[in-house]
Nanobody, 127 residues
Framework: QVELVESGGGLVQAGGSLRLSCAASGRAFRTTAMGWFRQAPGKEREFVAVIRWRTSFPYYADSVKGRFTISRDSARTMVYLQMNNLEPEDTAVYYC????????????????????WGQGTQVTVSS
């Protein structure tokens, strides 16, 4: 079992910034990528960003490109999401996931291709 714990969420005004963290622990797992998804009330979980574990190559949803940055610390098995210029539309519960699968970038935009998830952290952006 792999455990993921997210932190760093909170309430921020539009235009502000937050940095989310995700710490992974538990059994050894052949991680190929770690990603961030978000889910707003009444909506499906949507892809935000992913980082390939071996190459550190990132991939972003169009809605966050240029505002969010995903990074990792492989020594500590952690992944971060720096969120700048936040908008009210970014309000959601943000989830960290780990995938052991492989494929093109589009593979990692699908929530069902992730093997483990954290409990989520709430991000609220006020206008």
């Amino acid at each position: 079992q792999v455990e993921l714990v997210e932190s760093g969420g909170g309430l921020v005004q539009a235009g502000g910034s937050l940095r989310l963290s995700c710490a992974a622990s538990g059994r050894a797992f052949r991680t190929t990528a770690m990603g961030w998804f978000r889910q707003a009330p009444g909506k499906e979980r949507e892809f935000v960003a992913v980082i390939r574990w071996r190459t550190s190559f990132p991939y972003y949803a169009d809605s966050v490109k240029g505002r969010f940055t995903i990074s990792r610390d492989s020594a500590r098995t952690m992944v971060y999401l720096q969120m700048n210029n936040l908008e009210p539309e970014d309000t959601a519960v943000y989830y960290c996931g780990v995938s052991g699968g492989s494929g093109a970038d589009s593979f990692y935009t699908v929530a069902s291709n992730y093997d483990y998830w954290g409990q989520g952290t709430q991000v609220t952006v006020s206008s």
